[in-house]
């Protein structure tokens, strides 16, 4: 296998972008990519999306990006794997790369979610929709269902939960491209509006448009387009029951930790090794049970962590220093993608206010469904 | 001896009292609690329909029957609310319960008295020898227009009976039927709401029919009114079913048990099955009971059973109506009511 | 619901229908075709328990745009008492009432409807006894 690295990154703002259409945001986001990174040439392109079809009604998604970026005849795959599609577009690169068939891919992730389909079904067509959607549980609902079984089975509160908003709303108003740039207080978590007990509004990350493209090349390669290389150091993905009413634990995802086994093991390091990490946060519980599940904290510890500091911007081990998906907004395909771009970033020391201390290795996780799917990258800068 | 194997009711949770629906349209509630006789009436929950009514109540009678559903022939539902205009509700209950395929299914209508119409063929089927047992429900989602004198009654729920000779726990012994072209009350293809002839639905419909019904019953049988423990009529409100009682000779103590409208409202196809089924849930072997159902259009069916010592062994298989009606009452208030009985006009 | 594919879960929402691995006992709600524990192929057809215990639960307070008029309403996983477990609403109940541990059992409704046009969808839903 070859060494593969990230030589440039490129994204939209994330939110409600009004004027641009699907095409136009991914478009941005790859050039911006593509210029970033200084490639004279792009071998094949990986697209992630979860549901184009459902918010905008295209598909062939592939094909229209390579098409509106000029791009033909150079072949383009569109990725899914829910929430988690972005990351799985980014492997399926890398693992292009490393495998010696190609030498620079653009991975990509996209998603339009506010052009007026209903957003809460078509989220939920990451869950099993004959059994757990067809009885009329929804994202919010499924996360919701976690959280409570979490503060039973180990005495999380709901004050740990809106600890999570807070830090990461904290980071996300030093983040540029973020949704949200506003902070929000513990006292405004815990008084927003109940979506689904016992989450409320702002445990939940919004709505969002949004684009983001990397450029992936061969190590060997990337000397000629910039000093500053970051290396994928391992690339692992792994699966659980599509419904989470299967799961022996309710209060575990075995996805993550499995993926996260495999990741330490190709890096060859140890949690602790990892310097700072985004987490999938599409609900604030995601984040605390995923930072157990990375090994960050000890099961059930991770309410007591964040509510500790430990997960701030210059805690031990600082989680989601993007604003993760709660701030910076979670436009479903390119989530995976935008937590690369953090970690390089990062890694970069590029990362402005919000640089994080001695960033070496950073690890994101991005997570499909309620976890039936998990992809981690471990990212090192050499 | 052929009758009532096994019997099984349900009414939904949900209530709503008289005194909230004349509020709403500036009524005294005084005065219809004391003309009708109507205190409140159960509501199903927008997750209930006639189908799901049914399926609950026959799973009782299955329960009381201890049969095996693949033995039952027939099943007939008789309702004014069947969820489809066109598709019958029970091909759902069979293969909810595991009855059939092989089975006669039919969904019956004539206004209130459809219930017992499919109590009657599935009696009949069996008495015939065409099968071993036959499922006749009554069950109703009635619907009364908003402001109408009808939305003091119209409620909720059903009874399932399963006919067979084995193991009878009510032996039918006579039945009659009387019926006339009689425009009191109908509900055209494609409206929502019934509609009805105000006084025109008293003594030359409901009465005229009970009554006619009741007596050549009496006569076919050979019995009086003094021979029966209990008598039911259709309950299309707290007094007519008590002035029929008295027109035909049976006092309000023969009444009593089956009377249960006060509470539950007038379910419609439901109604003289439930008063049935609440007289099954206290009847000792040997009662004989009386029931004349009554439907508008119009016309009426009698029986005439007597209680088996069977009764006693299925009696507490499966809830009692009047658990049901006491226990477990969540009240609606209009606004939550008009919600569930889809009266309100949705941006849909 | 498109007919076709409502036709075919009718032996699940209707009649708790599951699989049984003939070789290692694991149940399984919907059937499958390959058991995940044994990788056995041989399953005999039972029907789940209806009753159960509420292992977590959550109050829905925005729904997709077909469950939106329904709204409060709960929705938990429930351990049958065979083991199994499953997704269900929970009908008829004060949504603060309902708890952790909470004893349960499966009842037949009607679950959603595709508009004013389309099938009366139905299938279980949970009640507190």
Known sequence: MKDVAVIGIGMTKFGELWNQSLRDIFVEAALKAIENSKVDHIDSIYVGTMSSGLFVGQEHIGAVMTDYLGMNPIPATRVESACASGGAAFRQAYLEIASGQSEIVLAGGVEKMTDGADVTESLATAADQEYEVYNGVTFPGLYAMIARAHMHQFGTTREQLAAVAVKNHKNGSMNPNAQFRSQVSLEQVMKSTMVADPLRLLDCSPVSDGAAAVILCSMDAAKKFTNNPIKVIASAQASDTITLHSRESLTTLKAVSAAAVKAYKQAGIKPADINFAEAHDCFTIAEIVITEELGFFEKGKGGAAVEQGLTSLNGKIPINSSGGLKSKGHPVGATGIAQIIELYEQLTGKAGDRQVNNARIGLAQNMGGSGASCIIHILEAI | ?348 | MISPRYAREIPQRYRLEAGRCTVCNAIYFPPRLICPNCKSKSFEEIKLNEEGTLLTFTIIRVGSEKFSKEVPYAVGIIELKDGVRLTAQLADCAVDKVEIGAKVKLVFRKIQEEGKWGLHCYGYKAILI
């Open chain 2, 1 to 348: 001896m052929i009758g009532i194997v096994g019997y099984g009711s349900y009414l939904p949770r949900y209530r709503i009292k008289v005194d909230q629906i004349a509020k709403q349209w500036g009524a005294d509630p005084e005065s219809i609690k004391r003309g009708l006789q109507l205190y409140e009436k159960t509501v199903p929950g927008l997750d209930e329909d006639t189908i799901t009514i049914s399926v609950e109540a026959a799973k009782y009678a299955l329960k009381r029957a201890r049969i095996d559903p693949q033995k039952i022939g027939a099943v007939y539902i008789g309702s004014e609310s069947h969820p489809y205009a066109v598709k019958p509700s029970g091909t759902v209950l069979i293969d909810a319960l595991g009855i059939g395929p092989h089975v006669h299914v039919a969904s019956y209508e004539f206004a209130c008295k459809a219930g017992t119409e499919a109590m009657f063929v599935a009696y009949s089927l069996v008495k015939a020898s065409e099968m071993d047992y036959a499922l006749g429900i009554g069950a109703d989602t009635s619907q009364g227009a908003p402001g109408d004198a009808l939305e003091y009654s119209a409620s909720a729920g059903g009874s399932a009976f399963i006919m067979g000779k084995e193991n009878v726990a009510a032996e039918i012994l006579f039945t009659n039927s009387y019926t006339s072209d009689t425009p009191d009350f109908w509900r055209r293809e494609g409206e929502f709401y019934p509609r009805h002839a105000g006084r025109f639905t008293g003594e030359p419909a409901y009465f005229k029919h009970i009554l006619n019904a009741g007596k050549n019953l009496l006569e076919k049988s050979g019995m009086s009114p003094k021979d029966f423990k209990f008598a039911v009529f259709h309950m299309p409100n707290g007094k007519f079913p008590q002035e029929a009682g008295k027109k035909l000779g049976f006092t309000k103590e023969q009444l009593e048990a089956g009377w249960i409208v006060p509470w539950m409202g007038n379910t419609y196809s439901g109604s003289s099955p439930t008063g049935l089924s609440a007289i099954l849930d206290l009847a000792k072997p040997n009662d004989k009971i009386f029931m004349v159902s009554f439907g508008s259009g119009a016309g009426s069916d009698g029986f005439i059973f007597q209680v088996t010592d069977e009764i006693e062994k299925v009696r507490s298989l499966a809830p009692k109506v009047k658990d049901m009606l006491d226990n477990n009452k969540i009240y609606l208030d209009y606004g939550e009511y008009a919600k569930f009985r889809r009266k309100i006009i949705l941006n849909e």
